[in-house]
C-alpha cells in the first residue's frame, strides 16, 4: 500500500506560515499584499476557481478583487484593463484565469502582464527565468508538486522522472524544475509512441496530460512515486485524476489522492507567489524582474 501524499494538510500549514508572514508585514504599518484576478466568459470550473483563490487571499489577511469580463470582451479590451493592472501601484500580483475565449491570443495577453506581477509565472521572462534557473515567478502547479515531492523525504538527485502532458501551465515547468533538482526527465506527451514503456522505468510519474485515468497499473514501476495533476469528474459524477488510482495504488511507495492532493497546492503556491512579489516590489531588490 502506498503512503498518501495529503496535500490539502501540507498546504494548509504553508497558509499558516503565509498568514503570519503577511501579520508581521501589516505590524510594521505595511499595507496588505494584493492580487487581482482577471476572469473572462462563464466558464464554470473557472468561475468556481477563482472563488476558491479570493477565499484563500482572504484567509491570509491579503487584498484581492476580481475582474468578471463577458465573454465576449476583446482583446484589446483585456490588453487595456491589464495596462491599468500593471501600471497601479497598490496591486502586486496579476493573474489571468485561464482558458480564455476564443478571440484572445491567451500569450499575448500573459505577455502583457509585468513579469514582477505575473504570479502565475506563466510569461515568457519568468519561463525564462526558470529555464535558466534563476530567482523569478514559477509556475503554481509545478512548484507545489515540487513541494509535494519535498515532503516526502525522497532525493530526486539521480532519480529518472517521467512527466506526461507539456502544457505551459504544467507539464514544461514541471520537466524544468525536476531537471534543476537534478532528476532525468522525460518528458512523454500525446505524440509519445512509447509512453507505457517509458513511465514504467520512471522513480517519479507526474500525470498532467488531462486525460482521466490514463496511468494504468503496466505503466508503473513498482515502489514508483505517483503525483496526479488532473482532475476530471468521471460518467458516474466521480473526481478521478489522470491516474488510475485503484490499479497504481498498492504498487506505489507514494501517491497523491484527487481530491486533496494537487488541487491545494496550486492555490497555496499562488499565495506564497503573491507574497514574494509584493516583498520584491517594497524592497525593489530583484535582480532580473523588471518594476
Ligand atoms: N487554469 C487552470 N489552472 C490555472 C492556473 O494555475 N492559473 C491560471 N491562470 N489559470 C488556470
Not at 484565469?97 to 502583457?112: A, C, E, S, T, Y
Not at 502532458?165 to 514541471?174: A, F, Q
Request: proline share 6%.
Amino acid at each position: 500500500m502506498a503512503q498518501l501524499i495529503d496535500g490539502k494538510a501540507i498546504a494548509a500549514d504553508i497558509r499558516l506560515d503565509l498568514k503570519s508572514k503577511v501579520e508581521q508585514h501589516l505590524a510594521s504599518g505595511a499595507r496588505p499584499p494584493a492580487l487581482s484576478v482577471v476572469l473572462v466568459g462563464d466558464d464554470p470550473a473557472s468561475g468556481i476557481y477563482v472563488n476558491f483563490k479570493e477565499k484563500a487571499c482572504k484567509q491570509i489577511g491579503m487584498k484581492t478583487e476580481t475582474h468578471r469580463l463577458p465573454k465576449e470582451t476583446s482583446e484589446s479590451e483585456l490588453v487595456s484593463l491589464i495596462d491599468q493592472l500593471n501600471n497601479d501601484p497598490e496591486v502586486d500580483g496579476i493573474l489571468v484565469q485561464l482558458p480564455l475565449p476564443k478571440q484572445i491570443d491567451k500569450l499575448r495577453i500573459i505577455g502583457r502582464i509585468s513579469p514582477i506581477k505575473d504570479v502565475d509565472g506563466l510569461g515568457a521572462k519568468n519561463q525564462g527565468l526558470l529555464s535558466l534557473g534563476l530567482a523569478g515567478h514559477r509556475p503554481c502547479t509545478p512548484l507545489g508538486v515540487m513541494k509535494l515531492l519535498e515532503t516526502t523525504g525522497i532525493d530526486l538527485s539521480g532519480k529518472q522522472a517521467a512527466v506526461i502532458g507539456r502544457s505551459i501551465l504544467v507539464g514544461s515547468p514541471m520537466v524544468r524544475l525536476l531537471g534543476h533538482a537534478n532528476a532525468t526527465v522525460t518528458n512523454i506527451h500525446s505524440r509519445t509512441t512509447n509512453a507505457r514503456a517509458l513511465a514504467r522505468e520512471a522513480d517519479i510519474i507526474v500525470a498532467a496530460a488531462g486525460v482521466p485515468e490514463l496511468v494504468k497499473k503496466d505503466w508503473v514501476k513498482p515502489e514508483a512515486v505517483l503525483i496526479d495533476v488532473g482532475i476530471h469528474r468521471n460518467e458516474g459524477g466521480k473526481l478521478v485524476g489522470d491516474l488510475a488510482f485503484d490499479e497504481v495504488e498498492p504498487i506505489a511507495s507514494h501517491i497523491t489522492p484527487v481530491p486533496g492532493g494537487v488541487g491545494p497546492m496550486t492555490i497555496a503556491m499562488l499565495l506564497s507567489n503573491c507574497i514574494q512579489a509584493y516583498e520584491w516590489r517594497i524592497t525593489g531588490d530583484h535582480p532580473y524582474l523588471v518594476y
